[in-house]
């Protein structure tokens, strides 16, 4: 998996490793496959974890991205996918979304990472 996402300040990042837990209702097993082949969870859940994450990159910045809003992007999946899911597909169910923190340019990590040991040092300095 090597999702490309591009920022809404025009930074291209990689998520290289969503997980997503789901189940099959077990009366429903037989239909779902039926309609959508046994790759049902490419159609209904991979391919639209690809499209909510370049959903969700476009409508954020880097920072937003990467810090901020991190945290809750698991929920946020599970929640999107289920919407659309529970609409079109009952018989499929996501458990749950665990999703590693984006790949970023080498350059603004190094770029971070200097902020970041500045911003201690500044918090050490003050406490003195």
């Known amino acids: ?6 920022t809404s300040g025009g930074v291209m990042i990689y998520f290289d490793k969503i997980e997503v837990v789901n189940k099959l209702r077990k009366n429903m097993v037989y239909d779902t ?7 049902y969870d490419k159609i209904w859940i991979y391919d639209k974890i690809h499209h909510e994450i370049n959903q969700f990159c476009t409508k954020h910045t880097l920072h937003e991205i990467f810090i901020e809003k991190f945290d809750s992007l698991d929920e946020s999946l599970v929640e999107a996918l289920n919407q659309d899911i529970y609409k079109f597909v009952p018989s499929i169910e996501i458990l749950g979304i665990r999703v590693t923190k984006p790949r970023i340019p080498e350059s603004i990590k190094r770029n971070f990472e200097e902020m970041e040991r500045q911003r201690t040092q500044l918090l050490i300095a003050s406490e003195n």
Do not use: E, S
């Open 33 to 39: 496959v039926k309609n959508y082949t046994v790759d």
């Open 1 to 6: 998996l090597n999702i490309p996402c591009g």
